[in-house]
Each structure stands twice: as structure tokens, then as C-alpha cells.
């Protein structure tokens, strides 16, 4: 299916000076890895972080990233600035932001096409909550949160983007989807891309799982037929356990 691709989301976690140490880690942990190896850091981490990765196997991404090109957004981070910093991939659509920063699913879109059209690749990250899990409406929500988040975006760039289906009751809970849970959702995202592209893009797309993945854990998930990598907070703080979960991922 889509290429392998276990990305890191420190999330508010880890400082600047403390950066540089700790991806050097993860660059030596991670070694021989057989998939694509990504950090994902706060703003203000990523000088360090892509200082420590240059040259090797380790790419590094930001948490968010605003639409416009550049204006009046106090506060706010643009596309350029990630790529002129030379950062690869950027996250969006957490379900953290969706749930404290306002971001909705038009927002998210807008995000995604500002990030392709400036060649960063985005990590698009869609979810159901529990209260929504158990009405029975998973899938429904999911295929909205698909659509609203792929709209006006063609096959060719849409074969870019990776989305991480993260349930919001596994986040941060030690709560994992079941092998089969994660499976039929990620299997469903890959239907719902086929029916709005084709089959040749629906496969291209990298269908992450994340919430609670863990060293313990990552191996079953990543066995399954449409799981092609992970999401990866807290686990993603400790270069060793970080290094299990890419090593699992072949
Ligand atoms: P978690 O976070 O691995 O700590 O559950 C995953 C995520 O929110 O991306």
C-alpha cells in the first residue's frame, strides 16, 4: 500500500536546547530503518531538530501551519517559513486542535492545499470520540472528515498526503484500538479515496494509525493489510521505544 512512515508528535513536549541531543538519538536508534522516520516538533524545536537530521535518514516536521501566505496572523506560522526553516511534513488537523484551537474540517482542507502547493506533505489526521464510536456513526464521520479534508485537492497531489486515523478515545488514554478496530477504519479511509480518486491513489496514500502506539503494541497494528505506519506521541518521547515501533514497520 502506501509508503511505510512512523511519525513522531512530541506534541507541548521537550525544549529547544534539548532538541538537538535527543534527534541525534533518534537518528542513531533508528538506523537501518526500512521506513520513512519523521519528527514532528513544536515551532520552536525545529531549527534544532533539522540541524541534528540534516544528512540523514530522519525528516522533521511541525504540529499545524496557518493558510495564508503571510499578513496580519499574530502568533501564527506560514508554509514558507516551515520550508524556507527546511522542514518535510507538517500535521493537521489533530484532533487537540480541532478540540482547543478552533480548526474545523474547512480549515483543515485549506491547510492541506497551502501545505501541497508548497511541497510540504501533510499528515492529516482524522478521528471519532467514544460518544461517536458507540452511536454507530464512525464511518460516517470519517468519510465527511475524508471528503471536506480532500476537496478541490487532484489525484496527483492527494496521492501525497498521509492521513493518521486517530481515534480521540485512544489518545494520550493507553487505550489502543484493537488490531481489527484500527484495520476496518484505516481499510475504510482507503475505500472512501478510492471512490473519490481511484484505486492507483487510493494505495499511493500512507494510512497511519495513531493513538496509544506503543512499543508493546505497534507490531500487531502494523502488520495489518491497510496500516502503513503510525502517529506516534508519547511513545515518540523515548528514542528506544520510538526505534521498536520503526523497526516494526517493514
Ligand atoms: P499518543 O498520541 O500516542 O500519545 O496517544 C498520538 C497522537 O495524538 O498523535
Redesign the pocket.
Known sequence: MGKYIIAG?W?MNKLPSETYDFVKEVVEATKGAECEVVCCTPYVCLAPAIEAAKGTHVKIGAENLHFEDSGAFTGEVSADMLVDLGVDYVIIG???RRAYNNETDETVNKKIVKALSKGLIPIV?VGESLEEREAGITMDLIAIQIKKAFAGITAEDAAKVVV?Y?PIW????GKTATDDQAEEVCGGIRNILAALYDDATAKAVTIQY?????AKNCAGLLAKANIDGG??????LKAPDFATIVAAAK
Not at 495513531?210 to 506503543?214: H, Y
Not at 502517529?231 to 515518540?236: E, P, Q, R, T
Open positions: 508528535n506534541k489533530h484532533s487537540e489526521c493518521a486517530e485512544a489518545i494520550g488514554t495513531g493513538g496509544s502506539m506503543n502517529l506516534i506521541g508519547g511513545a515518540s
